[in-house]
C-alpha cells in the first residue's frame, strides 16, 4: 500500500461493512466517531505502509518474537490490505480486530479512547510527583469505576483540573497508547488472526472472540516495529506500548478480582487461568516489544513512566541497594578475567526459535567448580541484570540468566554461608526478584538449550 497521502477513504464496500455494525448513534457517539476516525485515519494508511516493507523481519528476534518466514511469505504476496478502524458503540476499554468479505475492521469500544486518555493523565501526575501512595490508589480505583463511563469522575476531574502540572505531556501520553493499541490491531490483521470463541461461558464480560497468548504477543511484536517505522520513533513506541500494557493490565487485574468475588474455588481458578492463557503478562508482552523494536531502549522518558505505572499498579518501587550491589562489584573486581568471560558467554545463550536458551550444563558445571566462581557467576549475572533494567522488565534476557543462576546457585550451595548472604544482597539489589520468579515460573520462560 502506498503511503502517497492521498486522502483516498476506506474501500466503500468496507466502508459499508463498518457501517453495518454501528447501528443507530446518538449525536454524542456521531461526534467521538468522528474525532476517531480524524485521529486513526491516517495512522492505518502509514501503519500498513510501513507494513508492506521487507525489513520488518530484521529485527523481529527474542522472546515471543513471530517466525520471520512466516512473516515475509506473507507480506511478499501481501495486496493491499483494506484495514478500516472505527469506533464501536460499546462501552469498555477493549478492541477486536475480525475480517468480513471486503477487508478487516478494527473495532475500538467507545470507552477505550477516554480511559486512555484519564490513564495518561493519571500517569503524568505520578512522574509529576503531584500525588501521594493514597492519592494514587484512590484515583487508580476511580479509574476502574468509570470503566463503563464516558465522563470522568468528579475526583479524576479535580486532578485534571488543578494538579496535573504537565497538561501537554499527559494528552501525548494517552494519545501514544491509543496508537499502540490501534498498532497491536492492524498487526492482528496484517497476521490474519481471527481468534477464537471463548472457552468459557463466563457470566463477566469477555469480548466474544479471544486471541490466544501467542497470537497477542506476535501483534504486539509486530505493533512495535510499525509503530517504531510509522511514527519514526522507537522511543514513543515503547512509551506507548507501555502505557497500554499498564491499562490492560490494570483492567484484566480488576476483571480477575470482580470474578472471584463472584465465583468461589475451581470456577475461579479456570476463570483466572483463562485470563492468563489470552492477556500475556506485561513482562512478557514488552519482551515481545523489543523483538519489534530491535533493541530495549531504556530512554528516561519509558523509565519515568514504568515507575508510575508501577506505583498505580501498586508494585514496589525498583531501589537497589547500594551496599548489595557495591558488595558484588568487590566480587567481580577480585575475580579471574577468564571466569568473568566464561561466565558471560554462557548467560549470552544463544537464540533457539522463540526463546533465548542457556546451556544449563554448562551453567551447573561453572557454579560446581568451587565457592570462588560460584559467587563471580552470582556477581555477573546480577550486575549485568541491574545493568540491563533500569525499568521494569527492559531486557528479558537478562533475567533469565539470573534466574538461572540463583536456581543453580542455591541448588549447590544451600548450606554456605556465603551464599547465603549472596541470595539475600540479591534481594537488596534487586526488589522484583521474588516477582520474576513467579511470572517466570508460570510462563515457561526459561528453556534449557536442546542441543547441548
Ligand atoms: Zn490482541
Known sequence: MSSSGAQSDWPAALEEDYRRTQGRLSAAQQHRRAAFDTLTRR???????????????LHAVGYGAPDPTVWTAK?????????????????????ETTQTPNGWLVMVKEHTPAL??????????????????????????????TERRLEPEADLRQLWDRRVGNAADAS????????????????????????????????????????????????????????SRAGGNRERAEVGARLFFGMTHLIDEEIARRAAKRFTGVFAQRARDYLQSTHPHPMLRLAATHAGLGTPPPSEEAIAVQGAIDAIAGRPALVRDEAALTAFRDVLAGA???????????????????????DLGHLEALVRRDIDTALTVVAVAVLRYVQANPARWTDMHTAVALIDVDAAI??????????????????????EMDELLDLTRHSQLTQSDPEQ
Open 172 to 227: 501525548v501520553r494517552g494519545a501514544q497508547a491509543l496508537l499502540f493499541l490501534v498498532a497491536h490491531e492492524v498487526s492482528h490483521a496484517l497476521w490474519g488472526h481471527q481468534g477464537e470463541p471463548p472457552r468459557l461461558e463466563l457470566q463477566w464480560d469477555v469480548p466474544a472472540r479471544m486471541h490466544g497468548s501467542q497470537e497477542e504477543l506476535h501483534a504486539d511484536t509486530t505493533a512495535a516495529h510499525l509503530f
Open 116 to 145: 486512555m486518555n484519564d490513564y495518561g493523565w493519571l500517569v503524568t501526575a505520578v512522574v509529576d510527583g503531584s500525588l501521594d501512595a493514597e492519592g494514587i490508589r484512590s484515583l487508580r480505583d476511580e479509574l476502574l469505576r
Open 410 to 431: 542455591s541448588r549447590r550451595w544451600a548450606a554456605d554461608a556465603a551464599v547465603e548472604r549472596a541470595l539475600h544482597q540479591i534481594r537488596a539489589a534487586i526488589p
Open 336 to 358: 579471574e578475567d577468564g571466569t568473568i568471560v566464561e561466565t558471560l558467554g554462557v548467560l549470552e545463550g544463544r537464540q533457539v526459535g522463540d526463546v533465548h536458551a542457556i
Open 75 to 95: 507480506a511478499r504476496d501481501g495486496a493491499p490490505l483494506p484495514v478500516r478502524v472505527g469506533l464501536a458503540p460499546q462501552p469498555r476499554f477493549d478492541a
Open 43 to 57: 495512522w492505518a494508511r502509514r501503519l500498513l505502509a510501513a507494513g508492506d516493507d521487507q525489513q520488518l523481519v
